[in-house]
C-alpha cells in the first residue's frame, strides 16, 4: 500500500534513502558508546541497513533503472550508479560476514558514506531526468516498485 508521501516512484526511493540515512546516523550514535550492550545494536543495525540496502538497490536494478534506460537517451549515469551499487554490495557482504570490531564500524562508515553520494546523484540527476521524461509513468512504476519491495522484505523475514 503506497505512504501519502510517496506520489511517484522516486518519491519512493527517496523515501528508503531517508530511512537508510536516519539508520546510519543511529548507528554513528552507538559507535560513540561505552554500554555493553552497543557492540549487539550495533550488530543487529547493520544488519538492518544491509537489508534495507539489498532491497533498494533490487528494486532499482530490475524496475527503475532499466525503464530509464528505455526513457533516456543519455545512460552515462546509469551506468555509474550500478557501478556504486556494485561497491556498496561488496561493502554489505563484508559487514555481513563479520563481527562488530573497528573494522566492522569503518565498513559501516564507507558504506554510508558511499550511500550519500549516491543519493546526492540520484536527487540531482536521476530523479530530475526522470521526473522530465514524458515515456515514464513514475506513479505506476511506484505501485510496481513497492509491490517488488513488499515480496523481497517478506522473503528476507522482514516488513517493508
Known amino acids: 500500500m503506497a505512504t501519502r508521501a510517496a506520489k511517484d516512484a522516486c518519491d519512493l526511493l527517496d523515501a528508503d534513502h531517508r530511512k537508510v540515512k536516519k ?3 543511529d548507528y554513528e550514535e552507538l559507535t560513540n558508546s561505552r554500554a555493553r550492550s552497543a557492540s549487539q545494536k550495533k550488530k543487529e ?3 538492518q ?6 532491497v533498494h538497490t533490487q ?3 530490475e524496475i527503475f ?3 530509464l534506460r528505455q526513457a533516456l537517451k543519455d545512460t552515462d549515469m546509469l551506468d555509474e550508479a550500478q557501478v556504486e551499487h556494485d ?3 561488496e561493502l554489505i557482504s563484508q559487514i555481513e560476514g563479520a563481527e562488530p570490531d573497528d573494522m566492522f564500524d569503518a565498513r559501516v562508515k564507507v558504506l554510508g558514506e558511499y550511500i550519500d553520494h549516491h543519493v546526492k546523484e540520484e536527487r540531482a ?11 515514464l509513468d513514475l506513479v505506476a512504476m511506484r505501485d510496481e516498485l513497492e509491490q517488488r519491495k513488499e515480496e ?3 522473503e528476507m523475514g522482514a516488513t517493508a
Open 23 to 25: 539508520m546510519f546516523k
Open 45 to 47: 543495525l547493520a544488519g
Open 49 to 54: 541497513i544491509c537489508m534495507e540496502l539489498k
Open 59 to 61: 528494486i532499482e536494478e
Open 65 to 67: 533503472y532499466p525503464a
Open 87 to 89: 561497491s556498496a554490495k
Open 125 to 135: 540527476e536521476m530523479f530530475t531526468k526522470a521526473r522530465a521524461a514524458r515515456k
Open 152 to 154: 523481497l522484505m517478506a
